[in-house]
């Protein structure tokens, strides 16, 4: 079992930077890939960007490509979003999710966090 608490979110201006981490329990940590959904108003849940258990391999949802970085910290059981060049599209809960692979995980997360708000504003 893995248990995700997120934090970092909150309101920018369009164009600034935030930070978002994903605490993990769970001795088994290390060997999820984890990752990142987001849920705008009235939309599905979106795949945002995933990253194998080794840290080696990531992948990126095309709307944020080039401007978000994810990133793990196995000895701290962290994962990191860094969002910059933030747009008012950006706009949602933002969801850490961990699974077996990074292929399963960018269309049905095993374990999901109860996600952070993340407001951009024009």
């Known amino acids: 079992q893995v248990q995700l608490v997120e934090s970092g979110g909150g309101l920018v201006q369009a164009g600034g930077s935030l930070r978002l981490s994903c605490e993990a329990s769970?001795?088994?940590?290390?060997?999820?890939?984890m990752g990142w959904f987001r849920q705008a108003p009235r939309k599905e849940r979106e795949f945002v960007a995933v990253?194998?258990?080794?840290?080696?391999?990531?992948y990126y949802a095309d709307s944020v490509k080039g401007r978000f970085t994810i990133s793990r910290d196995n000895a701290k059981n962290t994962v990191y979003l860094q969002m910059n060049s933030l747009k008012p599209e950006d706009t949602a809960v933002y969801h850490c999710?961990?699974?077996?692979?990074?292929?399963?995980?960018?269309?049905?997360?095993?374990?999901w966090g109860q996600g952070t708000q993340v407001t951009v504003s024009s």
């Open positions: 769970g001795r088994t940590f290390s060997t999820y890939a």
């Open positions: 999710v961990a699974g077996v692979n990074t292929g399963i995980l960018t269309k049905t997360p095993q374990y």
């Open positions: 990253i194998a258990w080794s840290g080696g391999n990531t």
